[in-house]
């Protein structure tokens, strides 16, 4: 077995994990911190603030699965590329 080849499979894999562990990493949900009392507020605001809650937890949560996509790939790339350079080290050593 050629050894650099046995090297870059290796680097791969870790590569691979790597990628695959960001994947499982989502982003933090967001909180909006008191600095009033809730019956200081008014009701205007406080339905403002529950509808942006919302929305950019909604925005958050298509950015998680997008961003968990995007990893996959990678991971799955990684992947590939570690069969072929092992297949490479078997087949040239």
């Known amino acids: 077995m050629d050894i650099a080849f046995v090297i ?9 994990v ?3 562990g960001f994947g499982n990493d989502p982003l933090r949900t ?19 603030r529950d509808l942006f809650l ?14 968990k996509f995007r990893y996959r790939v990678a991971a799955g790339g990684f992947f590939a590329a570690f069969l072929i350079t092992l297949l490479l080290a078997m087949y040239l050593g």
């Open 8 to 16: 870059a499979s290796l680097i791969f894999v870790v590569f691979m």
């Open 54 to 67: 919302d929305e950019f937890e909604g925005y958050l949560a298509s950015i998680n699965a997008r961003n």
């Open 30 to 48: 967001f909180a909006i911190r008191q600095r009033f009392e809730e019956d200081e507020a008014d009701e205007e605001s406080k339905k403002f």
């Open 18 to 20: 790597i990628l695959w």
